[in-house]
C-alpha cells in the first residue's frame, strides 16, 4: 500500500495514452481500442473482458485528461497513439478498432501505418462516421461552436450521470463556467463527484472533450489502401447512409455489418454480444483460425 501510494504521488513519471484492458498471453498480437470523444476508454472495459482472456486488449486514452495539454488534431493524436503501441508491438501486422471517434483516429492511424510499409489485419470501426454525413438541426445553426460544445458535453454528461439536466439549454450555452457549475451540482446529486475534486475533473473532462470534438469536425479523411470492418447501429437517422460516409474512401474493401442497437448503447447490453460476437470473428480469421465469411450482414 505505502508503494502505491508513492507511485500515486508521483508526478515525474511520463505520461502515456496507452492503458492495458486485458493482459492476454505471451505471444498473442493485442488488439488497440481508441477512446471515443470524452477520451477515456472506460467504455471498452467489459468488450475488452469477453474478447479475453487470451488476447491483449490495450485502450488508448486522450492526452488532458488529467490537465495536460489536450491533443487538437485527429493527426496529432495518430502520431501519439502509434508512438505509444509500437512501444508493446514496434511491427506489424497491427489491429486497431474504436467506437464512434475512436474509430475515426484508428482509421488515421491505420492509414498511416500502411504508408509507413507495416501491415494492418484489422481495422475495426465501431459505428465511427465521417463528419458532415447529416445537416445540423435548426437550434444548432443558432449556436456558436463553443456553446455547441457545451450543450454535448452537459447532456452526455448528465446522462452518464443519470441524471435529468435542471438547466435550459440557454443557460448551459451562456459559458463554461455556468455549465461546468450546473453539471457539478448534478454530480454531487448523483454522489459521482465530490466538491473539492468535482471542478477540476469535470473542466478536464470538458477541455478533451471539447477538443476532440472539434478535432473531429476539422478533420478531412484521405483514402486507404487497406480494408475495414465497420459495425453499423440498426438504430440509426433515416438520412445516416449505412456506411457512414466510409465507402469511398476504404479502397481495398468495407466489409460492413449491421449490429442491433442505437449509437450510444453499443458498448452496453444487451447490445454489446453483437459488437463481441463480429469482433471475435474477424480476430479468428485474422489470426488464421477461421474461414472468411461473406461481406455483409
Do not use: C
Amino acid at each position: 500500500i505505502e508503494q502505491l501510494a508513492q507511485v500515486l504521488r508521483d508526478d515525474s513519471q511520463d505520461w502515456t495514452p496507452l492503458v492495458p484492458l486485458e493482459r492476454g498471453e505471451p505471444g498473442q498480437r493485442p488488439l488497440f481500442l481508441v477512446h471515443p470523444g470524452g477520451g477515456n476508454v472506460l467504455a471498452y472495459s467489459e468488450l475488452a473482458r469477453r474478447l479475453g482472456p487470451s488476447l491483449p486488449v490495450y485502450g488508448l486514452q486522450s492526452r488532458g485528461l488529467d490537465g495536460r495539454p489536450v491533443a487538437e488534431s485527429i493527426e496529432e493524436m495518430a502520431t501519439l497513439y502509434i508512438d505509444a503501441i509500437r512501444t508493446v508491438q514496434p511491427h506489424g501486422p497491427y489491429q486497431l478498432g474504436g467506437w464512434s471517434l475512436g474509430g475515426v483516429i484508428a482509421y488515421e492511424m491505420a492509414r498511416r501505418l500502411r504508408e509507413a510499409g507495416e501491415a494492418v489485419d484489422l481495422l475495426a470501426l465501431i459505428d465511427a462516421h465521417v463528419h458532415g454525413l447529416t445537416k445540423p438541426t435548426q437550434e444548432a445553426t443558432h449556436l456558436d461552436s463553443e456553446a455547441r460544445a457545451r450543450l454535448a458535453f452537459a447532456h452526455a454528461t448528465a446522462t452518464a450521470f443519470g441524471q435529468e439536466l435542471s438547466a435550459s439549454d440557454e443557460a448551459l450555452a451562456q459559458g463554461d463556467d455556468v455549465m461546468l457549475g450546473h453539471l457539478l451540482q448534478e454530480g454531487l446529486r448523483a454522489r459521482i463527484l465530490d466538491a473539492q475534486s468535482g471542478p477540476a475533473q469535470l473542466r478536464a473532462l470538458f477541455n478533451v472533450f471539447r477538443a476532440n470534438l472539434f478535432a473531429h469536425e476539422k478533420y478531412v479523411p484521405q483514402p486507404y489502401d487497406g480494408t475495414a470492418l465497420l459495425l453499423s447501429a440498426s438504430e440509426a437517422a433515416a438520412d445516416v447512409p449505412r456506411h457512414r460516409g466510409w465507402e469511398p474512401l476504404v479502397r481495398g474493401g468495407l466489409e460492413v455489418h449491421d449490429v442491433p442497437g442505437g449509437h450510444h448503447a453499443l458498448m452496453q447490453d444487451p447490445h454489446l454480444g453483437s459488437v463481441v460476437e463480429r469482433l471475435r470473428e474477424v480476430l479468428a480469421r485474422a489470426s488464421g483460425t477461421a474461414p472468411r465469411q461473406s461481406t455483409g450482414s
